[in-house]
């Protein structure tokens, strides 16, 4: 079976300049989620999807931060404009259900602004 | 929510048991500990889960002390490519969405 698949896996922009990262997750896997994590700490929860809706965006930083989900499959996260603090590892995970813990991580794409 | 400690770093030779300490001396009873893992320039990996119980599965064994207050994650046989950042996580189940808090982990060193 197919794990969460995710793209690219490394990023390098500028600052100012726009990015996407992509993310597929296990097939049949409703609920969606975007982590961020920094140097040293674990990932940070950025959004979360039910299918096609995001019912917890409240740790995503909406002034440049967009992420949608159209057909409840494949989602895309988005910075606009990329700043320096913004350089992380983006995280993409899916699960079965909602509640359930045991979520399944892609392997993450690497951001870099410089 | 229960908040966890756990050390910073761990080194193991490999073949040895590795034991992973978590502090939760803050456990609500409904709440579960949870372990993930996460090997270098991967994501983190789920291993095991308990509420009271002792669990094991193919990867790891749980062991949570009897008031729950913490618990020891137990790999027996430690290999090399089980060196990566051990986290220990304490959430509580059906009562509304649940998110995975991650803290920093302890990174675990399995040497030859």
């Known amino acids: 079976e197919a794990g969460v698949v995710q793209s690219p896996r490394y990023k390098i922009i500028e600052k100012k300049q726009p990015v996407a990262f992509w993310c597929n997750p296990i097939?049949?896997?409703?609920?969606l989620y975007w982590y961020r994590q920094n140097l040293g700490q674990g990932p940070e929860l950025l959004i979360r999807y039910e299918n096609e809706e995001a019912v917890d965006d409240s740790q995503l930083p909406k002034d440049r931060f967009s992420a949608e989900r159209l057909k409840g499959v494949d989602s895309t996260l988005k910075i606009q404009p990329a700043e320096l603090g913004d350089s992380a590892v983006y995280l993409c995970?899916?699960?079965?259900?909602?509640?359930?813990?045991?979520?399944?991580f892609g392997p993450g794409t690497r951001l870099t602004v410089l | 929510d229960a908040k966890t400690t756990q050390p910073t770093s761990m080194d193991c030779a490999e073949g040895r048991a590795a034991n992973l300490p978590c502090n939760h001396s803050t456990i609500s009873g409904n709440e579960y500990v949870y372990w993930y893992r996460q090997i270098h320039s991967q994501g983190p990996q789920y291993i095991i889960h308990?509420?009271?119980n002792n669990e094991t599965n193919e990867m790891a064994s749980l062991i949570i002390t009897e008031d729950r207050k913490s618990s020891t994650l137990i790999l027996p046989h430690a290999t090399l490519r089980d060196t990566a950042v051990y986290y220990c996580i304490v959430r509580a189940l059906n009562t509304g969405f649940q998110k995975l808090v991650f803290g920093t982990g302890t990174r675990l060193l399995v040497s030859p």
């Open positions: 308990g509420l009271k």
């Open positions: 097939s049949g896997h409703n609920t």
């Open positions: 995970a899916s699960s079965p259900l909602a509640g359930e813990l045991e979520q399944f």
